[in-house]
């Protein structure tokens, strides 16, 4: 049987009645009484050494075990917690030609989140192109082409207004539940040199990858497809740049004689016509956040994505009572490649 943790009123309890054992007629049950004062002041004291015993105990198990101690575990497997990753990308500089922009340049967005170049850039032909680097790690720091930044000192002969290209890559901070998930993975599934979930752990180890697939043999003998999405950027397609970050990883680790390729999944956005009653904002909001959550789930490259399950995630949204959902009206089978995204919903 389980170890149950006594609650506070239970442990007064006991510590009044063991009182009353030993000094019977006393006045420990009294409430104003010393003794009964003393008896909890006690049973608060062993109440937080049982909640200490109880957060103990979680961190003994790998599969509860939190933060430091979580990191301390999956370590001794070999597992590391992945950095926080930087964003890159390039920036259109123009300006007065032959006029040369420095390494360290400090670009800035709108909403105050920086960037440096990272080489010496001259302009030419009224423009130059930068190779940029965010100044903090994290997702933050990503940024669709065509995003303005600005220079926050000004330079003689460069304009001050820049447009960036897209800026990828950044990622936060591995969260415990996802290095967790990793490190349950790697006891479970212990490396076997080339395995078909082994190219799975690979791209997961790099950083803002979420979830992957293999698939061997597709691009023929000896060859297999590893395709991965980053569920908590804008977008979880991954671009050109993010695809080419794991594809060089995984060259550094795969067997020299395998034909590895990875690649990004190509998004087919899942379009939906529903009525909903009561017809509320808010009951609009919870459906649309459940068929959210179901394809951010579920969807794979090449998958299927099941009638049932969307309507399940449509009476799951909060206030929802009723519903008719004319498209889609069968299950959503994707083709070789091909990953179902969230497309756009008609109130009818």
Known sequence: MAF?????????????????????????????????????????????????????????????????????????????????????????????????????????????????????????????????????????????????????????GIDSSVTSGALSGGADAETDAALRTRFIARIQQPPHGGAEYDYETWALEVAGVTRAWVYPGENGAGSLVVRFVRDNDVSPIPDAGEVATVQAYIDTVRPVTAQVLAAAPVAVPLDFSIQVTPNTQAVKDAVTAELADLISRESEPGGTLYLSHIRAAISAGAGETNYSMPTPNADIVSATGDMTTMGTITWL
């Open 4 to 156: 149950s943790r006594p609650v506070l009123s239970d442990l007064i309890t006991r510590a009044i009645n063991d009182i009353l054992a030993r000094l019977p007629g006393s006045d420990a049950a009294l409430r104003r009484s010393n003794l009964n004062v003393l008896a909890r002041v006690h049973a608060g004291a062993v109440h937080g050494l049982y909640g200490f015993i109880d957060w103990v105990s979680k961190q003994v198990m790998y599969d509860t075990a939190e933060a430091e101690y979580l990191e301390r575990w999956s370590t001794i497997w070999g597992v590391n917690r992945l950095a926080a990753a930087f964003a890159t990308g390039s920036v259109t500089v123009t300006g007065v030609n032959g006029t040369v922009i420095p390494a360290g340049t400090e670009l800035q967005r709108a909403d105050d989140a920086l960037y440096t170049t990272d080489a010496d850039a001259t302009i030419a032909a009224g423009a130059a192109t930068v190779a940029v680097t965010a100044s903090a790690a994290g997702a933050a720091g990503n940024a669709d082409s065509g995003t303005a930044l600005a220079l926050t000192s000004p330079i003689a």
